[in-house]
């Protein structure tokens, strides 16, 4: 005598099996990402900022812009930086960066001396950080004409 359960098992282990073959083709054809693990590190890119005579220059009006539709993307400069140093752009302004990279001008100005100067950043494939792709690390005011 056969039982019900016996003959079940025969019929759906077979089923289960193709299935389970099928499934592990499915993953093996398809690309899957790999896993992403972000650092607790936070990013910062300064630029030095002299004077024309060459000493650190301190009180400036600084700004950063996206150059593609001029959002005003200036981090806080509330940090204790030595002088003459400011934050161009840090992990806060991530959001701001794409990863094939974003252009962005500075400009930093006093009373007759002003200087632009212009920036490439872009992110890692997780987009847990921004990167500097290019862009100077010390710029110089140059007296307005």
Same mark, same amino acid.
């Given at each position: *005598? ?6 079940? *098992? ?6 289960? $099996? ?27 890119? $300064?630029?030095? /900022? ?17 150059? =593609? +539709? ?9 940090? $204790? ?6 934050? /161009? ?16 001008? /500075?400009?930093?100005?006093? +009373?007759? =001396? ?18 500097? /792709? ?6 110089? $005011?140059?007296?307005?004409?």
């Amino acid at each position: *005598m056969v039982n019900s359960e016996g003959i079940l *098992m025969k019929r759906t282990l077979p089923l289960l $099996l193709l299935l389970g073959i099928s499934g592990i083709g499915w993953s093996a054809c398809s690309d899957p990402q790999e896993p992403c693990f972000c650092t607790e590190e936070f990013r910062t890119y $300064l630029v030095t /900022v002299l004077e024309p005579d060459g000493r650190p220059a301190d009180g400036l009006r600084f700004s950063v812009t996206r150059t =593609a +539709d001029g959002r005003d993307a200036t981090p806080d400069q509330g940090f $204790l930086l030595d002088e003459g140093v400011y934050v /161009v752009l840090s992990d806060a302004q991530l959001d701001l960066v794409d990863e094939a990279g974003t252009s962005f001008r /500075v400009t930093a100005s006093r +009373d007759g =001396a002003s200087v632009t100067a212009d920036f490439v950043f872009d992110t890692d494939t997780c987009r847990c950080h921004v990167q500097r /792709v290019s862009g100077p690390e010390t710029i110089q $005011l140059v007296a307005d004409p």
